[in-house]
């Protein structure tokens, strides 16, 4: 078993709380606003807003002690998070309420539990997964990546990291790790906005040393195709 799995999670969440959100996530972020901007410019004047479906809602999955939910709310998000520790979720609502700002609170919802008992939402603009989803285990990631592709079907956003085959934790028979071209394959479908590969030696957050072998990865999964004139004969009168 991976020695992630008996971190002292005390000094794990210690050790990464000064740290700033996710640069995929703060990417993912920008594009999404940008891409909010633009469909307002074409926004029909004629068409209500509250006819307009609300793109808000996300899943910070592994969440830890908030480092990316937080940034998610401040924004305006409403935001699941998903943790198996319960010492993170615990110290995330503590953050909350030591903000003193209610907003941020109705904003988010927590579910403790592994990621292949989360109970998804029907639909969300975006799944975060910051280094988390390689702990899923491998035989049960297949199931997990569908269901996060599911919930995104209607042109959500996906950002985070997987481990690549060369990572040092790929013995770990618990940690799921990826090729390149198994990466193409989980993400057939998809848009790949940006994906940048990067191996070096380094260290752990609690400074054990490592090498890491890293996807870091941001996807859009594309919106349902309209029906023309071709697939539909009918519409040619």
């Not at 910051?130 to 956003?157: E, K, N, Y």
């Amino acid at each position: 078993m991976s020695p992630f799995f008996h971190a002292d999670w005390s000094r794990y969440y210690a050790a990464v709380a000064i740290q700033p959100p996710r640069h995929t996530l703060i990417r993912t972020l920008t594009l999404f606003d940008r891409e909010q901007r633009q469909s307002a410019r074409s926004f029909s004047p004629t068409q209500s807003r509250a006819e307009t479906p609300g793109r808000n809602r996300a899943a910070d999955l592994g969440c830890g002690t908030g480092r990316d939910t937080l940034l998610l709310l401040e924004r305006g998000w409403h935001v699941l998070a998903i943790d198996a520790e319960i010492q993170a979720i615990t110290a995330l609502q503590e953050q909350i309420r030591d903000r003193d700002n209610p907003q941020l609170a109705d904003q988010l919802s927590t579910q403790c539990c592994a990621f292949e008992a989360i109970q998804w939402p029907p639909s969300l603009q975006l799944v975060n997964a910051s280094f988390s989803l390689p702990f899923c285990p491998p035989d049960r990631f297949g199931a997990v990546w569908q269901a996060i592709r599911q919930t995104l079907q209607a042109g959500g956003w996906f950002c985070g990291q997987f481990f690549g085959d060369r990572d040092e934790w790929s013995a770990y028979t618990d940690v799921t790790n990826v090729s390149r071209s198994d990466l193409m394959a989980l993400f057939q479908g998809a848009t790949i906005v940006e994906l940048e590969e990067e191996e070096y030696d380094g260290q752990t957050a609690t400074g054990s040393p490592k090498h890491w072998h890293i996807f870091h990865v941001i996807l859009q999964f594309p919106m349902p195709r309209l029906p023309s004139a071709r697939d539909c004969p009918e519409l040619n009168g």
